[in-house]
């Protein structure tokens, strides 16, 4: 009888903490999406270090980006090579003014279904596909269903991104240092197109 009886209990205190659990995750990824959702409109200047799985550098990268939720974005790296990626919100420009190429994709095809997509501002039906966890004020996101997905990591200091990265499965890491951030009420929407110079290759995969 008493075998039953802590068993039961065994039972019933898994069951709750099981409950406690899903319900402190749903209430992290909750106050991540509060975070992003209240994100203004911005430009910083980004540094970004790519490492591969045995920690060495592999290349070290500087540029400004600009962010308007949702999905419009200009991510230009001028050292230590030139290199732009335009979002208007429905397709992406990845231009290399070095060999005078820009190929075309719809967004939602090209990163529609990586973590990054959340800090552009994905559906919230997209957000039912990760799992966010918080440890010393770093959140983590995750595709459980997906192993071969990223893994997305984001720091928050007074309502704007310092940090974030990417941890490929492969292992390779892209670390990015976000700074001298100005927060606007809106950004020219020129900024979020892409017109194509003359004598450019054009690989339109819409």
Do not use: C
């Not at 010393?136 to 990591?153: F, H």
């Amino acid at each position: 009888m008493r075998n039953k009886m802590s068993l039961k209990k065994i039972l019933a205190t898994a069951v709750l903490m099981t409950a406690s659990m899903l319900t402190n995750a749903q209430s992290v990824k909750q106050e991540l999406q509060d975070q992003l959702a209240q994100l203004k409109p911005f430009s910083a200047d980004f540094t970004q270090i790519v490492t591969s799985a045995e920690g060495d550098n592999l290349s070290t990268a500087q540029g400004v980006m600009q962010l308007q939720r949702p999905n419009q974005f200009r991510w230009e790296t001028v050292s230590p090579d030139e290199q732009l990626i335009v979002s208007d919100g429905e397709s992406i420009w990845l231009y290399n003014p070095f060999v005078e190429q820009v190929s075309i994709y719809s967004l939602k095809d090209a990163i529609a279904n990586t973590p990054f997509m959340l800090i552009a501002g994905s559906e919230q039906t997209a957000w039912e596909s990760y799992r966010v966890t918080k440890q010393a004020g770093v959140y983590t996101v995750i595709t459980p269903n997906d192993p071969t997905a990223a893994v997305l990591t984001l720091q928050f200091k007074q309502g704007e991104i310092t940090q974030f990265s990417v941890q490929e499965q492969q292992g390779q890491h892209s670390q990015f240092a976000l700074t001298n951030h100005k927060t606007m009420n809106k950004i020219d929407l020129a900024l979020f197109t892409f017109n194509i110079p003359e004598d450019t290759d054009i690989d339109d995969q819409r």
